[in-house]
């Protein structure tokens, strides 16, 4: 009992008691969806899952804001790291976790999927994310990022009637394997030199930590040796493989068709918690273990950068299917944001303005997304994958809420002001202007010029009227193209205060303004 | 007489890891692409088990089984989605799955 006890209070698992809640209370579920008798209501579950998360959300805040655990800690051997940047990623994780569970509660409402293990994936990916962001050792890494991946695939296959949507599964099955491997052979080769330095031609530095695979160790190590070929490979393959989870090109072949595919909460889950997860983990290593190597990455990042933003912005303008739209355009997001991550690095030691640009950057795009997605997925289509510009002909008309939700998300991912994204981006455009970035800032304008375009096609649809159609076919087909809602619910709600949100935070920073 | 180093272990990592990789680029079955994945995961693994030894440090053999974990249920979820879009589509070939065009 006392090893016990010390085992327990060592590894210091109180740390991770959110974590800890979402896995229980997934299993949970998991176990009373199976138990559940048959004529009972089959969302049940769903509705358990929302109010569980939205207790962890609400008191996850409070464990940070008003019982101030923001100081730096170590947990389970140096496996995590915790700190206030972290707990911010936490709770923007739960945030999100929270409205894909909303989202997919609509989603399930009407077909005639299973629910329990919907928000059972949901939630377990989101403790996965929540670990990932927060690993400070590779193997805690590699096992978090798995498991946010597996959850992903099956999540993006969960519409299993769909062939589509198997598809998009296998693909993004396929790819994310393939990403793994490679990040997974950089570990390996970090490793190898790390374990054994004198038998590959590195300098042996004396070192704070043992463990050839924790961050401290390999910052060491690559701080000594920034020229040695195979750690630089290594860093290469660990970069190429967060690229690919990112979406940024020249790995983004997979995005549009994994976008199109997936069912429209998990395409929203994809878009705002994989990527920041993504995000997170290259602002960790970047600035941690990878900081002796900084002029190399430096014009590498660079050019992944400024080829991403192009290449997103530029193929965005050519599809016609919305969703396809929507991935591109978030591949041109990844390359934003990848160009503040260039700015913390190059503000090394004192990174935390380029950090909080970037959370304060994807809290904009989670309230965007998560709007425009909500209401795409309330279109009523024969096929719902293809939501194509015709489909939103004159919705302000028939739906004005719906219009105002999602033209208030679509202004906010364009970077229109009053809306939140304008700050997001005139932040994002400060802070690269300082690390002198010129060349990547004038690429980012000029991508965020190109995306106007699209992003004021859709609008304009929404908006205007529709041109004069003549067959009075349409006409019939249109009237009950969108789900009915009832004026008072829970999904309208949060609709609408995502939008008015993202209103807000365009006017108002508040609490996020202290750290400009 | 020569004997093995680390250097051939991870020159032969390195080629299953390429074998791997090029079977998931070219091939047009997805049984064969599966399988070229778990190539490329064995081929970490041999360099991860030759480094270990060679160094004497013991991080890397329990990678191993993290990896070996992980790869299974790679695995599983993938052939799970094959035979349910088999059941579709009759056919596990690449260039009859292109549903998702434009």
């Given at each position: 009992?006392?090893?016990?006890?010390?085992?327990?209070?060592?590894?210091?698992?109180?740390?991770?008691?959110?974590?800890?809640?979402?896995?229980?209370?997934?299993?949970?579920?998991?176990?009373?969806?199976?138990?559940?008798?048959?004529?009972?209501?089959?969302?049940?579950?769903?509705?358990?899952?929302?109010?569980?998360q939205l207790g962890l959300v609400i008191f996850h805040l409070f464990d940070y804001l008003?019982?101030?655990?923001?100081?730096?800690?170590?947990?389970?051997?140096?496996?995590?790291?915790?700190?206030?940047?972290?707990?911010?990623?936490?709770?923007?994780?739960?945030?999100?976790?929270?409205?894909?569970?909303?989202?997919?509660?609509?989603?399930?409402?009407?077909?005639?999927?299973?629910?329990?293990?919907?928000?059972?994936?949901?939630?377990?990916?989101?403790?996965?994310?929540?670990?990932?962001?927060?690993?400070?050792?590779?193997?805690?890494?590699?096992?978090?990022?798995?498991?946010?991946?597996?959850?992903?695939?099956?999540?993006?296959?969960?519409?299993?009637?769909?062939?589509?949507?198997?598809?998009?599964?296998?693909?993004?099955?396929?790819?994310?394997?393939?990403?793994?491997?490679?990040?997974?052979?950089?570990?390996?080769?970090?490793?190898?030199?790390?374990?054994?330095?004198?038998?590959?031609?590195?300098?042996?530095?004396?070192?704070?930590?043992?463990?050839?695979?924790?961050?401290?160790?390999?910052?060491?190590?690559?701080?000594?040796?920034?020229?040695?070929?195979?750690?630089?490979?290594?860093?290469?393959?660990?970069?190429?493989?967060?690229?690919?989870?990112?979406?940024?090109?020249?790995?983004?072949?997979?995005?549009?068709?994994?976008?199109?595919?997936?069912?429209?909460?998990?395409?929203?889950?994809?878009?705002?918690?994989?990527?920041?997860?993504?995000?997170?983990?290259?602002?960790?290593?970047?600035?941690?273990?990878?900081?002796?190597?900084?002029?190399?990455?430096?014009?590498?990042?660079?050019?992944?950068?400024?080829?991403?933003?192009?290449?997103?912005?530029?193929?965005?303008?050519?599809?016609?299917?919305?969703?396809?739209?929507?991935?591109?355009?978030?591949?041109?997001?990844?390359g934003y944001l990848l160009v503040a991550v260039m700015a913390s690095m190059q503000f090394?030691?004192?990174?935390?303005?380029?950090?909080?640009?970037?959370?304060?950057?994807?809290?904009?795009?989670?309230?965007?997304?998560?709007?425009?997605?909500?209401?795409?997925?309330?279109?009523?289509?024969?096929?719902?994958?293809?939501?194509?510009?015709?489909?939103?002909?004159?919705?302000?008309?028939?739906?004005?809420?719906?219009?105002?939700?999602?033209?208030?998300?679509?202004?906010?991912?364009?970077?229109?002001?009053?809306?939140?994204?304008?700050?997001?981006?005139?932040?994002?455009?400060?802070?690269?202007?300082?690390?002198?970035?010129?060349?990547?800032?004038?690429?980012?304008?000029?991508?965020?010029?190109?995306?106007?375009?699209?992003?004021?096609?859709?609008?304009?649809?929404?908006?205007?009227?529709?041109?004069?159609?003549?067959?009075?076919?349409?006409?019939?087909?249109?009237?009950?193209?969108?789900?009915?809602?009832?004026?008072?619910?829970?999904?309208?709600?949060?609709?609408?205060?995502?939008?008015?949100?993202?209103?807000?935070?365009?006017?108002?920073?508040?609490?996020?303004?202290?750290?400009? | 007489?020569?004997?093995?180093?680390?250097?051939?272990?991870?020159?032969?990592?390195?080629?299953?890891?390429?074998?791997?990789?090029?079977?998931?680029?070219?091939?047009?079955?997805?049984?064969?692409?599966?399988?070229?994945?778990?190539?490329?995961?064995?081929?970490?693994?041999?360099?991860?088990?030759?480094?270990?030894?060679?160094?004497?440090?013991?991080?890397?053999?329990?990678?191993?089984?993290?990896?070996?974990?992980?790869?299974?249920?790679?695995?599983?979820?993938?052939?799970?989605?094959?035979?349910?879009?088999?059941?579709?589509?009759?056919?596990?070939?690449?260039?009859?799955?292109?549903?998702?065009?434009?």
């Amino acid at each position: 009992m006392d090893s016990f006890l010390n085992f327990s209070n060592e590894n210091l698992w109180i740390e991770i008691w959110p974590e800890l809640c979402l896995a229980l209370a997934a299993l949970l579920i998991l176990g009373l969806d199976l138990f559940r008798k048959p004529d009972s209501s089959r969302l049940l579950s769903g509705r358990i899952a929302i109010l569980f998360q939205l207790g962890l959300v609400i008191f996850h805040l409070f464990d940070y804001l008003v019982w101030h655990h923001t100081f730096d800690r170590v947990a389970f051997s140096g496996m995590l790291s915790l700190g206030i940047q972290g707990d911010v990623m936490r709770s923007f994780f739960l945030l999100s976790s929270l409205l894909v569970s909303i989202l997919g509660h609509q989603y399930l409402k009407s077909g005639s999927l299973r629910c329990g293990e919907f928000h059972h994936l949901t939630m377990l990916a989101t403790a996965g994310l929540m670990l990932l962001v927060q690993s400070s050792h590779f193997l805690m890494l590699f096992v978090a990022l798995e498991t946010v991946a597996i959850c992903f695939y099956t999540l993006v296959a969960y519409n299993r009637t769909s062939e589509k949507s198997l598809e998009a599964g296998i693909k993004y099955l396929i790819f994310g394997a393939l990403s793994s491997s490679l990040l997974l052979f950089g570990i390996v080769l970090i490793y190898g030199v790390g374990a054994n330095p004198e038998a590959w031609g590195a300098v042996f530095a004396g070192y704070e930590s043992q463990d050839p695979l924790g961050f401290k160790y390999i910052s060491n190590l690559l701080e000594s040796n920034p020229n040695n070929l195979l750690l630089k490979a290594g860093v290469v393959l660990i970069i190429a493989g967060i690229a690919f989870k990112i979406g940024a090109a020249p790995f983004q072949i997979w995005v549009p068709d994994v976008y199109h595919g997936s069912p429209m909460p998990v395409t929203a889950f994809l878009a705002v918690s994989s990527k920041a997860a993504g995000f997170f983990v290259l602002l960790n290593l970047v600035n941690g273990p990878f900081l002796g190597m900084a002029e190399f990455l430096m014009p590498l990042l660079g050019f992944v950068a400024t080829f991403t933003i192009f290449f997103g912005n530029l193929a965005a303008c050519a599809q016609q299917n919305l969703k396809r739209m929507l991935g591109l355009s978030g591949v041109a997001h990844a390359g934003y944001l990848l160009v503040a991550v260039m700015a913390s690095m190059q503000f090394a030691g004192n990174s935390d303005r380029a950090v909080w640009v970037l959370f304060f950057y994807l809290f904009t795009y989670l309230l965007a997304s998560f709007a425009v997605f909500g209401v795409m997925g309330l279109a009523r289509l024969k096929d719902e994958m293809d939501h194509e510009f015709s489909v939103y002909e004159d919705l302000v008309a028939k739906h004005p809420w719906m219009a105002f939700v999602l033209v208030s998300g679509i202004a906010s991912l364009a970077g229109i002001p009053p809306f939140a994204g304008f700050i997001g981006k005139l932040l994002l455009f400060s802070v690269a202007f300082e690390a002198k970035l010129h060349f990547s800032l004038i690429a980012m304008v000029v991508g965020v010029a190109i995306s106007i375009y699209y992003y004021f096609g859709w609008i304009r649809e929404i908006i205007f009227k529709p041109r004069p159609s003549f067959s009075d076919e349409t006409e019939e087909n249109e009237k009950d193209l969108w789900v009915k809602i009832p004026s008072f619910s829970m999904f309208k709600l949060c609709m609408i205060t995502l939008a008015i949100c993202s209103l807000i935070l365009g006017i108002w920073q508040g609490p996020f303004g202290d750290a400009f | 007489m020569e004997s093995i180093t680390p250097q051939h272990y991870l020159i032969l990592a390195f080629l299953l890891f390429s074998v791997g990789f090029f079977g998931v680029v070219l091939r047009r079955n997805l049984l064969l692409v599966l399988m070229s994945l778990e190539l490329m995961l064995n081929g970490i693994n041999v360099a991860l088990v030759s480094f270990s030894r060679a160094s004497g440090n013991l991080d890397g053999s329990l990678f191993v089984f993290f990896i070996m974990t992980v790869a299974a249920t790679e695995v599983a979820v993938g052939l799970a989605l094959l035979v349910a879009l088999y059941k579709k589509r009759k056919s596990v070939f690449s260039e009859d799955i292109s549903l998702l065009k434009n």
